[in-house]
């Protein structure tokens, strides 16, 4: 049970390197296109926008309400 823990963490912080992986690129994407990074950097910022949606860094406790 513990080990399965540690992977769920594990799993979750990855999802969540992966989005700052992508966020990077898209800042340098902003930064090298200028004025046209809406059109040509549009692609990142969707990916991200729904990486940010899914990866989210989640605990191991489930507590109901």
């Known amino acids: 049970k ?7 963490v ?3 912080w990855v999802k ?3 989005a700052r ?3 990077d690129e898209l800042v340098k ?3 090298l296109e200028g004025v046209n990074h809406l059109e040509n950097c549009r692609w990142l ?3 991200y926008n729904s990486m940010l ?3 989210k860094v989640k605990g191991y406790k489930k507590i109901d309400v």
């Open 2 to 8: 513990l080990q399965e823990r540690e992977e769920f």
């Open 29 to 31: 994407c902003h930064r």
């Open 16 to 18: 969540a390197m992966e």
């Open 10 to 12: 594990r799993e979750s």
């Open 53 to 55: 949606k899914e990866n």
């Open 45 to 47: 910022s969707d990916k």
């Open 21 to 23: 992986l992508v966020r």
